[in-house]
């Protein structure tokens, strides 16, 4: 397999049970579906996915690293309409991702330049938050299972 060394990177907040959906799918989706936070990716971008909680919308922390990736077309498409439940019917954008086999790296056991900044846990809440490329390979290495 060859190792690609990204120039952008991302971070994008999902719970796991989604993110399990996402991986199987081989694409992400932001936001509940809205455009703005996909079209900021770029081919080639690292996307990591951070899982507040197992399941969406329970309150009980999971707060692990589950899913690791690089972005893999070139433009933002829409998908087949589905039923995001309180939002309704939506016709989600997404993008394609090549994601990696990875295993789950709980948040503390991975040092972060993301981490390490005065309440980092308060931009998470944007969905989508830049990622240091540094702090994507440091994922990529603690999240390895090859």
Known sequence: ???????????????????????????????????????????????????PTERYGEKQPLRAFTALGVVADAAPYQAEAMNMGSHGIVQPWRRRIEFLPVRRADLRSVELELTRQPNWGYQLRRGLVPLEPEDFEALRSAMSIS
């Open 1 to 51: 397999m060859t190792v690609v060394v990204v120039q952008r990177a991302w971070l994008g907040v999902v719970s796991a049970d989604h993110t399990q959906r996402a991986v199987e799918g081989g694409f992400i989706q932001l936001n509940h579906g809205k455009r703005y936070g996909v079209a900021r990716l770029r081919a080639g971008d690292g996307f990591v996915i951070y899982s």
